[in-house]
């Protein structure tokens, strides 16, 4: 983060018209006080809006690691130095702000209370957006497809939703399963087991091109989040839009996005977390569509709630808070 900072500096020096911005948009892992106080002052003094998509203090350190607090107050700082403090959720908002209250609360001394406040002030929640996806018809008379898109990393929980497709293989119910998504070094190993344990059901694995990824999602009945860790859920969003029917775990930022707090009917596309009862909603949505019922349809309400982040709503709320934060 301080390389950062120093190299965005250096190179935004040699920029020859400054007088053309209006407002400088960082994320949270740059160091923004840091920026400041190296960057030409033509720069340093431009309202700045910190963007949140995540947090090192609440963000799950790996099993082997332990947390790195100084990414942690880079992130205080960051937020202390800017005009304004977007996060991608209101959970995600009240995650961090309250971990931080508690993180100051154990400081041996010169605890930073009144900084909880302070950016509590300035912070409003401005989510990601999507663009729309057309309808679609009724997936064929193929058994139930599954899609699993996230991270290959722990903190995604794979080992739940393949226990949840062993007890779903058990009751001899037959379907078909994507497991989506981007691979880094270290791949927990789930996947491999689970590669070879339910190849005659993969449809897809691993990373796809963005068309070929979306190309999965519009096929797709079901999409399957098992997440420990998630401040928006971005791909969950984006397989509703694609016509999915969700089954997301009821924690985190998933309830936020459908409405749960304020409709309880949305909480048919949710589950307690368990593999057991993820298992039990696959295995009733697998036997409505041999049935012949509509599970596009009946995700409708779920793509409802998730319309208000297209782009076209999303951008025009962007584009009023910039304003707002430009001298006149």
Not at 35 to 43: E, H, I, K, M, P
Not at 221 to 250: K, M, R, Y
Not at 278 to 291: F, M, N, T, W, Y
Request: aromatic share 10%; hydrophobic share 45%; glycine share 2%.
């Amino acid at each position: 983060m301080r390389h950062s900072a120093v190299t965005m500096a250096e190179q935004l020096q040699k920029m020859d018209h400054p007088g053309a911005w209006d407002i400088l948009f960082c994320s949270d892992m740059l160091n923004l006080a840091e920026f400041r106080g190296l960057a030409d002052t033509r720069f340093a003094t431009l309202p700045t809006v910190a963007y949140f998509h995540e947090n090192q203090l609440t963000y799950p350190a790996p099993r082997s690691q332990e947390r790195d607090l100084q990414l942690a107050f880079t992130n205080v700082t960051t937020a202390l130095a800017a005009n304004a403090v977007w996060f991608n959720s209101e959970f995600h908002q009240e995650d961090f702000l309250q971990a931080l209250a508690a993180w100051m609360k154990r400081m041996p001394d010169h605890r930073l209370l009144p900084a909880v406040e302070q950016i509590r002030r300035k912070s409003k929640v401005l989510p990601p957006s999507i663009a729309p996806a057309p309808p679609r018809c009724d997936s064929d008379s193929r058994p139930l497809h599954l899609v699993w898109s996230a991270r290959w990393e722990y903190d995604k929980n794979p080992a739940l939703f393949f226990a949840a497709l062993r007890q779903v293989r058990e009751l001899g119910i037959d379907f078909q399963v994507s497991v989506l998504g981007e691979s880094f070094q270290e791949v927990p190993e789930e996947f491999a087991r689970a590669r070879q344990e339910f190849s005659q059901q993969i449809v897809h694995w691993g990373f796809l091109p963005t068309a070929a990824y979306r190309d999965v999602l519009a096929s797709a009945d079901v999409a399957v989040s098992t997440a420990d860790h998630e401040f928006f859920g971005i791909s969950a969003v984006e397989a509703i839009e694609a016509g999915a029917f969700p089954l997301l775990p009821e924690r985190l930022a998933y309830p936020e996005l459908l409405g749960l707090q304020t409709n309880q009917a949305q909480r048919r596309f949710f589950y307690d977390g368990s593999a057991k009862m993820l298992s039990e909603k696959i295995v009733s949505l697998a036997r409505q569509k041999q049935e012949k019922q509509s599970l596009y349809t009946a995700s409708e309400p779920a793509r409802a709630a998730i319309r208000r982040f297209h782009h076209e709503t999303q951008i025009a709320r962007r584009d009023s808070e910039l304003t707002c934060l430009v001298p006149r």
